[in-house]
């Protein structure tokens, strides 16, 4: 990209160096030039990237597994300098155990992210982006290289503001001016951090790079065209705007999800690609799993798993009408007239639920 640095050096064909990491391509005219020549780059990933680290021998948990991707996660993102020559290695193996993950157990993947407990909001909200987009790249047909380099980038695209980011999950007052700076800011510095940790791949560093800019062209940091922007930054933008929408603030609930995503398929074909948006309605379903709903016999229901249609997904009642729990979730058939959903309701309404293993069927151990 012109007027950006070069995230690795660049060579020809005979191996000879043309230009270093960090300097910039300065115009359109010397960029076709460069491409003229036949540019490459050296190889910055390998077939063991591809691969997640051999489990421990234990039964196979979702929430378990999602929760130390967590704690990974939110080390690095803290202090990425501790992990400097290792950084680009460990967060594609995260990448790869969440593509995993969600391939094996989608429901429950969806349902950690209204239901896990976090203590660092930054982190948290990366998990839950990569994981909305591993939903949708089952439908996509992604190559394994484009989905770690994207889901790489959704873990690490707010690594340039994760201190900020995480004051203002507690923060009702308006940004400060230091803050809008850091925020409008945070892509390139998310780059540059990337780079300082020796990650070279394109793709993953060029979705980071573009993640908020849109198509109206009033994004950041460059105020980009729809036409320039990355099909998989602007992916990665749509899961990145409804994983905040679902998320609650200290100082605010989170959007209901069928709210949440009504507002996303209203937006289909101006705004918001229309394919990424109906697929992404399509997948969660207006009931999904880890929210809450009444159904019609009065009980307070939670979500577990999707269904064949949209209005009738799999739930359990995990409290009466009266508000008084159950002692053991009681499934409940959303097909049938007595057990149908009547609304969905806001998880501040809602009794907490803490054992989420048990619930999906998942061996605690």
């Not at 695209?157 to 925020?183: C, F, K, T, W």
């Not at 933008?237 to 679902?246: I, R």
């Not at 577990?304 to 159950?326: C, L």
Request: proline share 7%.
């Amino acid at each position: 990209m012109v007027g950006v640095p070069l995230p690795w050096d660049i060579y020809t064909k005979g191996n000879r160096l043309i230009l270093r990491k960090g300097n910039m391509i300065l115009n359109d005219k010397q960029r076709d030039q460069l491409l003229k020549l036949g540019l490459y780059v050296r190889s910055v990933a390998t077939p063991e990237d591809y691969t997640a680290p051999k489990p421990v021998n234990e039964p196979f948990n979702p929430f378990r597994r999602l929760d130390q991707v967590y704690a990974s996660l939110d080390a690095m993102l803290a202090r990425p300098a501790s992990f400097r020559h290792e950084f680009g290695k460990r967060i594609r193996s995260l990448a790869v155990v969440v593509d995993e993950t969600v391939q094996k157990a989608p429901d429950a993947c969806i349902g950690s992210i209204f239901l896990l407990p976090f203590t660092n909001y930054s982190s948290a909200h990366s998990l839950h982006v990569s994981i909305l987009l591993a939903i949708l790249m089952q439908r996509l047909g992604l190559t394994l290289p484009e989905r770690i380099s994207l889901l790489s980038a959704a873990l690490t695209m707010n690594i340039g503001m994760y201190e900020v980011q995480n004051q203002l999950y507690h923060q009702a007052l308006p940004l400060s001016d230091n803050q809008r700076m850091e925020i409008d800011h945070h892509p390139e510095e998310s780059v540059r951090i990337l780079q300082d940790c020796f990650v070279g791949d394109e793709l993953w560093l060029r979705v980071v790079l573009e993640h908020h800019e849109n198509w109206e062209g009033s994004g950041y940091p460059y105020k980009m065209t729809k036409e320039e922007i990355h099909p998989l930054s602007h992916l990665l933008y749509l899961a990145d705007v409804v994983g905040a929408k679902l998320t609650p603030r200290r100082y605010r609930d989170p959007v209901r999800p069928n709210v949440a995503l009504s507002q996303v398929f209203m937006n289909r074909g101006k705004s918001i690609d229309m394919q990424y948006a109906a697929l992404l309605v399509k997948e969660l379903g207006i009931y999904p799993p880890g929210s809450y709903v009444r159904i019609r016999n009065g009980d307070v229901a939670l979500v577990t798993h999707r269904g064949a249609n949209a209005s009738t997904p799999r739930v359990m009642s995990i409290a009466s009408g009266q508000g008084m729990p159950y002692a053991m979730p009681i499934p409940r058939d959303t097909r049938s007239a007595e057990f149908g959903i009547e609304t969905s309701l806001p998880a501040a309404d809602s009794i907490k639920i803490t054992n989420l293993s048990k619930i999906w069927g998942y061996v605690l151990a």
